[in-house]
């Protein structure tokens, strides 16, 4: 089905348990917060449409369950991932510490064909949450690991107030949007004859 | 109750105002003649306590169990008390449980103080090397959720699953008016977290909240609502067993995967083909029994319509026996009076002999939710996702009831259709021309006396002296063990003409020289010299599928022996008769299988050297 790669960009998100990763999709997909999610169970997923000069994009992004007992179902959802974000929560040291665990697990299961340059993007989220007061990893912090990966973009959100939420996933789907493209050229069978590929840049242009 | 018979279930589990919009409204209604109302319920226990179950189960795979009554009815579906007992034994088992509860609850307390203290945990408490984590908005005097340090694995473990409970806990059926309480929030909490210390190989996995949650609705009383957790677990912990490469609820989604195959294959192939063949789409319909493609309401009534279906009166003696001795096989046999007292599901699975988790109602549930799906499945379907959000789609929408109509209806026709695809592969064993002249009469073998007894004794004379298979005492033996295959039912019957065409065209060449194929292999060897082995019609042929055949019956014997509850696990057995008749056909009396086990030790033996001389000669891998 080499038309439907072509417009489909698969994102993945992953992270401990509680940090937003539901609430994050659904403010961006649909623009609202609510407090009735309960814990993802296996996975899920939602679609956006979203549009790149003038050619128009599928933005399917899976929700993944945050318990690490459920890692072993990554292979069969994290195949073919265009970009994978990498959430944490700013009240929560233990989630951030959990990055490098979800990134390696990631690159383990996922076997990128690139995995030196598979794009990464990271969210702290909830900094909403106590007026900041609560907040136990410092930007500082968060961006020094975010260096130290190649350069990771690095966004603080929150999902609850709709904060950077939209910037997030914009450099989330165009980062997934050069992966797909360079894929294809790793894939010849899958070239799309129309597109042209772009050099690749580490970090996010937005 | 209005004029219709249903009833509004509003009252019974309010949902928070704001949440109304968003929450998909129940579909289940008591229905009066139908749902087991509470008068019925009533009216089914005698004086001193015995309930009727049989009476029970019949209302409630009709309409379900009215709310007012879930909870008590749940116990006796679960397994927690057995309908057979008295109001008095029940009470003291009651107590006995709940003082259990007490104690175990008494260990985390003591480990723990936040449990049963009304208040929940959501950070970690210890590092992963079990030091206390210090908190300073704690106002207590150390900052310190937990007495000590600690450092064995155990209590480690556990309190490191303290913190996902609780963030599950917050999380659950939040809609529900009954979690606005964080009372209520923390029962739930510390049911988990016990059940976590009890049961520390499972421990705690997201999902079991989803499971845990109505009991502690239904039931008031705590201990009573752990231990209906308890019980529910015990069908579904295997499913929550994780190692590092995998889930255990995937031994039920590759039985699904199977269920399939059989029954819809074109289905199946579909799935196969775009990438669905692990059946993960179905993951968290089996993970959480359909807790989120249904209502509230309408889970606990699919809960209860496939409880009952799965009822088997033997059910509490075996949970009462602690889990490491519950031998399955040491059940009590079932008679036919408590065979009516079994469900629906579960008298079609004892009278099949199977008695495995992996089979269990859900995941021929899961089947039919795939079928009602099929056409959009087979259309729109084009890859993972697809399937995942057609499957999606359902969420509401279903009614519970006819899910369980149809799942019904999917397990008869896969245990039908299951035996057709193993018939159709064993007459595959067969070749196409075979010699017509051979008919059932001429070498049907009667049945009466013993098969085994006279089969061991055959297998005796089957070699010379000098170890050479003799033709006839070995065609003999094939004929004595062939009407094991009667007990099939008449869907064998092509088979088991096929196998005898091959006794037949080997037996005439037997008598074309009687001196010269004296040696079942000297046959094979004068047709490798005239160069007519390779023939489709020779009786080189003729052997390597009879052995093939018999390799079947072998394994059958095999089978039989090694499982002595047909597992499900050897496919080609899910069809076959009830054991008990089985063995009484062939010979076998009582639960003697001295004799059957001796014949099957030397039987395989002997096929494996056919098929070694068939291999020396280059011969055993030809096809029909």
Redesign the interface.
């Given at each position: 089905?080499p038309s439907?790669r072509r417009t489909l960009l698969k994102v993945i998100i992953l992270g401990d348990?509680?940090v937003g990763k539901t609430s994050l999709m659904n403010q961006y997909v649909n623009k609202k917060f609510?407090?009735?999610?309960?814990?993802t169970?296996?996975?899920?997923?939602l679609t956006k449409e979203v549009q790149f000069e003038d050619r128009l994009f599928t933005l399917?992004i899976w929700d993944t369950?945050?318990?690490e007992?459920?890692q072993?179902?990554g292979v069969?959802?994290y195949?073919g991932a265009d970009c994978c974000v990498l959430v944490y929560d700013v009240n929560?040291m233990?989630s951030f510490d959990n990055l490098n665990n979800w990134r390696e697990e990631f690159l383990i299961q996922a076997s990128p064909s690139d995995p030196e340059n598979f794009p990464f993007v990271v969210l702290g989220n909830k900094v909403d949450v106590d007026g900041g007061n609560s907040r136990v990893v410092s930007e500082k912090k968060a961006r020094a690991w975010c260096a130290s990966k190649g350069n990771i973009p690095y966004f603080e959100t929150s999902a609850k107030e709709g904060i950077n939420v939209e910037e997030a996933f914009q450099c989330i789907a165009k980062n997934a949007l050069k992966s797909g493209e360079e894929e294809e050229i790793y894939l010849p069978d899958t070239i799309d004859v129309g597109t042209s590929s772009q050099p690749r840049s580490t970090g996010c242009e937005c | 109750m209005n004029k219709t018979g249903a009833e509004d279930l509003g009252d019974f589990y309010p949902i928070r105002p704001e949440?109304q919009a968003?929450t998909p409204k129940p579909r289940f209604k008591p229905r009066a003649g139908k749902t087991l109302s509470e008068r019925r319920w009533n009216a089914a226990f005698s004086e001193d306590g015995h309930l009727n179950i049989e009476k029970v189960l019949r209302r409630i795979q009709r309409g379900g169990v009215h709310p007012s009554i879930k909870g008590s009815v749940w116990e006796f579906l679960l397994g927690c008390f057995d309908p057979n007992s008295t109001y008095d034994e029940r009470n003291q088992l009651r107590q006995h449980r709940r003082e259990q509860y007490s104690r175990w609850k008494a260990e985390c307390q003591y480990m723990v103080p936040v449990i049963g203290s009304g208040k929940l945990i959501?950070?970690?408490i210890i590092t992963d090397h079990g030091q206390p984590v210090i908190d300073y908005s704690i106002t207590d005097d150390k900052g310190q959720q937990v007495n000590s340090s600690f450092s064995d694995k155990r209590s480690i473990q556990w309190m490191l699953a303290l913190p996902?409970i609780g963030?599950?806990v917050v999380?659950?059926?939040?809609?529900l008016s009954f979690y606005e309480s964080e009372k209520n929030q923390a029962k739930l909490w510390d049911i988990l977290a016990v059940y976590a210390w009890v049961d520390n190989d499972i421990s705690y996995?997201?999902?079991m909240?989803?499971i845990c949650s109505p009991m502690i609705i239904l039931l008031e009383n705590e201990a009573d609502a752990f231990w209906c957790f308890e019980h529910a677990m015990r069908r579904l912990r295997e499913n929550f067993r994780?190692?590092?490469?995998?889930?255990g609820v995937q031994t039920q989604l590759s039985t699904l995967s199977q269920v399939i195959k059989i029954v819809d294959p074109k289905l199946h192939q579909h799935l196969e083909d775009v990438?669905g063949g692990?059946y993960?789409f179905a993951?968290?319909m089996l993970?959480?029994l359909f807790r989120?493609e249904f209502s509230f309401a309408d889970a606990l009534y699919l809960w209860e319509l496939m409880w009952a279906m799965e009822y088997n009166p033997n059910i509490f003696s075996l949970y009462e026996k602690p889990i490491a001795e519950s031998d399955k096989s040491a059940a009590p046999m079932l008679n036919n009076k408590l065979l009516k007292q079994c469900g629906k599901f579960e008298r079609k699975k004892v009278k099949t002999g199977c008695k495995d988790q992996e089979s269990a109602l859900a995941v021929f549930l899961v089947a039919s939710v795939l079928e009602a799906k099929n056409k959009r499945i087979l259309k729109e379907a084009?890859?993972?996702?697809d399937v995942?959000?057609i499957l999606?789609d359902i969420t509401g929408n279903m009614d519970a009831r006819k899910v369980c109509k149809e799942a019904l209806k999917i397990y008869k026709k896969y245990l039908s259709k299951f035996w057709n695809a193993v018939v159709s592969s064993l007459s595959t064993l067969a070749d196409s021309d075979l010699d017509l002249s051979f008919t059932a009469n001429k070498y049907s073998v009667r049945m009466e006396g013993n098969v085994i007894a006279a089969a061991l004794e055959k297998i005796e004379h089957v070699k010379s002296p000098e170890g050479e298979v003799l033709t006839m005492p070995f065609l003999d033996l094939c004929k004595t063990v062939l009407p094991v295959l009667d007990n099939f039912g008449p869907a064998m019957a092509p088979a088991k003409s096929d196998i005898g065409g091959n006794i037949s065209r080997l037996e005439n060449m037997y008598l074309s020289n009687q001196s010269e194929f004296n040696h079942l292999y000297m046959i094979v060897r004068s047709e490798i010299e005239s160069k007519k082995a390779k023939s489709s019609s020779s009786c080189t042929n003729a052997l390597l599928w009879l052995t093939r055949a018999m390799d079947f019956l072998s394994e059958l014997f095999c089978n039989l022996l090694a499982h002595p509850d047909w597992s499900m696990s050897h496919v080609a057995l899910k069809l076959a008769p009830d054991r008990k008749k089985f063995m009484s056909v062939v010979g076998v009396k009582g639960d003697d299988v001295s004799d059957m086990e001796k014949f099957s030790g030397r039987f395989s033996p002997l096929l494996e050297e056919n098929h070694k001389f068939l291999a020396s000669v280059g011969m055993d891998n030809l096809k029909a």
């Open positions: 089905m439907r348990s509680g609510s407090n009735q999610y309960k814990a169970i296996g996975a899920d997923f399917q369950a945050g318990q007992r459920f072993s179902l069969a959802f195949r929560s233990k | 949440c968003d959501t950070t970690p996902q963030l599950d999380r659950t059926d939040r809609a996995v997201q999902g909240n989803d994780s190692s590092a490469s995998s889930m990438d692990e993960l993951f968290r993970m959480v989120r084009k890859g993972l996702d995942v959000q999606n």
